[in-house]
């Protein structure tokens, strides 16, 4: 899973160019097929932080973080009839392109997911939405920002394009959604938990190597926020070749972790200094690691992640699970009051 969880890579200091954005996301994910677990999971996430969440098997929404419950009971059964109803139109929407897909028969699992949401600059006031499906680990058709034009990736996604394009009702809830309510509720949820969300922590380094042979990994965790930069140094220069990034994953406990690979032959780093550098925004401090000959490990590294959208993931083995970054296409939008009576937009039958 790749989701909206970004690793910053490149060249610079993270500590100058660092510019607070935040961002409200969705993730809703429909499995049919012989599982044991919900069929249905609706996760939200604001700046990466999961604040609520709804699975067909409770059939509540609940909040997953103390300063969401500032929220009265008003929204939460809100939060939940939408839960409920949206199930329902993804059992139908799952079962419409099995059909498509000529998978009627079918008796494997398929999964069809949604994702859309919004950022926001604190700072600088631009803001952006996404919006896009995927089905069976592949696009299936997303939102052009700027025409609010649906872009069918698949054949069997063009019925559902016209279908949309025509509902004009729709396209006007739709309009107002990406022009004004995403980007009100992305301020009231950050507004809500700004203690926590604005809040810094450093990170615990390690540098871990299982033989003297295989490559060493940097594994940054307990970081937060989530926006971090981790690089190799050889001999005090930035060290590109043969390094492998990984994701970025949540920890329960609201911070991140990551790991960053150097592949390096025994002779090389006999002969040079190599060093991982980690830079966590917000913090005006380099985390530091010198890789030396007693460097090892005493086995793999294994990400704990939130339950919810993350663990579905993990869990539906064997299936390949659609992911997109969402911040590609993002279109500047107006932040006017709204009246939405909840961050989450309708869902649409394909």
Not at 86 to 97: E, S, T
Not at 106 to 126: A, I, K, L, P, R
Not at 270 to 290: H, L, P, R, S, T
Request: hydrophobic share 35%.
């Amino acid at each position: 899973m790749k989701s909206l969880i970004l690793l910053i890579l490149g060249i610079g200091n993270l500590h100058t160019v660092y510019a607070v954005t935040h961002s409200l996301k969705y993730f809703y994910t429909g499995v049919s097929g012989d599982i044991n677990f919900p069929e249905f999971t609706v996760v939200g996430m604001v700046d990466d932080v999961q604040f609520m969440y709804f699975d067909s098997n409770t059939q509540t929404a609940v909040p997953k973080v103390e300063w969401m419950k500032r929220e009265g009971p008003k929204y939460w059964k809100s939060e939940t009839h939408l839960g409920i109803n949206r199930h329902q139109v993804f059992k139908n929407n799952i079962q419409v392109l099995k059909d498509r897909f000529n998978q009627s028969m079918s008796t494997g699992v398929h999964v069809f997911q949604w994702q859309y949401g919004c950022e926001w600059d604190d700072e600088t006031g631009v803001s952006g939405v996404f919006d896009q499906y995927g089905y069976d680990g592949e696009d299936f058709i997303s939102l052009d920002q700027k025409t609010l034009i649906w872009i069918a990736s698949k054949q069997q996604a063009v019925i559902t394009k016209t279908k949309w394009e025509y509902e004009r009702t729709e396209n006007e809830i739709l309009k107002q959604y990406v022009t004004n309510g995403c980007i009100v509720w992305v301020k009231k949820y950050v507004d809500y938990g700004k203690s926590s969300l604005m809040r810094t922590v450093p990170p615990s380094v390690s540098l871990l190597q299982k033989t003297p042979s295989s490559p060493v990994t940097c594994h940054a965790t307990g970081f937060y926020p989530s926006r971090v930069m981790v690089t190799w140094k050889k001999d005090g220069q930035e060290h590109h070749e043969d390094v492998e990034m990984g994701e970025i994953l949540p920890n329960d406990d609201g911070t991140f972790q990551t790991s960053v690979r150097l592949n390096v032959k025994p002779e090389e780093r006999k002969n040079n200094k190599y060093q991982c550098v980690v830079q966590v925004a917000g913090i005006n401090e380099d985390f530091i690691k010198d890789l030396t000959e007693d460097t090892t490990s005493i086995g793999p590294i294994i990400g704990v992640v939130v339950a919810g959208f993350l663990v579905i993931i993990a869990v539906v083995i064997g299936v390949v699970i659609w992911k997109k970054k969402s911040k590609k296409g993002f279109a500047q939008t107006n932040t006017s009051d709204t009246d939405f009576d909840n961050s989450e937009r309708a869902a649409q039958k394909i």
